[in-house]
């Protein structure tokens, strides 16, 4: 098991050239959207919005703001994700009854949890840098695809190479409470690809690790 999640971690790369006639299964497709679903994020706020463009008229707008890679276009799922730019009382109050709901619990029971958020992302010092905050969680998701992915033999290339202002124009983020942050395109590489056989470039344990 160790090896193989080794494997595949050697086995995934940022891929260049996606086969444009491979698509991902309806099914296996749902697992990942599921693992999106599943990704942790800090206090569970999920700040976050996962838009899967499948529109083909819609990727070729896009590809000029993403410095026209062809994996916009080329791959089988493009997924687009978001990052919450406004964290408020009415959010709280949507989070705090789906506690409630899914947990069965009374939602004064939450009362204390609740006013801890509130303290440190509505009025603390990270109130004024939520699109930040999210950001960083909605990178998390962005690696839990890129694995899960790779786990299930499909290929992936995230990409921060778009303009997020210009995507956000024609996704129609901006007049919503989200905002781009980074791309994931999805699919299956082509043999094309000799990036596939490039050697991993990556520091030495003992210059990553410190034990202490
Ligand atoms: C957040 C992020 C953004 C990236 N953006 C791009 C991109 O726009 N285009 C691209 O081809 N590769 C992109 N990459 C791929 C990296 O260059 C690649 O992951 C890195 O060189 C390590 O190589 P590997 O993933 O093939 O092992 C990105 C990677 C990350 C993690």
């Not at 991902?24 to 919005?49: F, M």
């Not at 406004?86 to 709901?101: A, G, H, M, T």
């Not at 409470?177 to 050697?199: H, W």
Request: hydrophobic letters at 40%.
């Amino acid at each position: 098991m160790s090896q193989s999640l080794i494997e595949k971690l050697k086995w995934r790369y940022a891929v260049k050239k996606f086969d444009p006639q491979k698509k991902i299964s309806a099914s296996d497709w749902s697992v990942l959207e599921e693992a999106l679903v599943l990704t942790p994020s800090s206090y569970g706020l999920q700040p976050w919005k996962f838009l899967i463009v499948q529109d083909p008229t819609v990727r070729k707008l896009l590809t000029p703001h993403s410095w026209n890679q062809t994996q916009v276009e080329d791959c089988s799922h493009f997924v687009v994700m978001a990052a919450r730019n406004v964290l408020d009382e009415k959010y709280l109050d949507f989070f705090f009854q789906e506690i409630s709901r899914i947990r069965s619990v009374a939602p004064e029971s939450l009362a204390g949890y609740r006013k801890a958020i509130g303290a440190d992302l509505l009025t603390g010092p990270r109130s004024k840098i939520i699109q930040e905050w999210a950001t960083r969680q909605t990178y998390i998701a962005l690696g839990n695809l890129m694995t899960c992915a790779a786990l299930m033999n499909i290929d992936a290339c995230p990409m921060e190479g778009i303009v997020p202002l210009k995507y956000d124009e024609i996704l129609g983020l901006e007049k919503s409470e989200y905002r781009t942050v980074v791309a994931c395109a999805v699919g299956y590489r082509s043999s094309e690809d000799k990036y596939a056989s490039a050697k991993k470039v990556r520091f030495s344990k003992e210059k990553l690790i410190q034990l202490i």
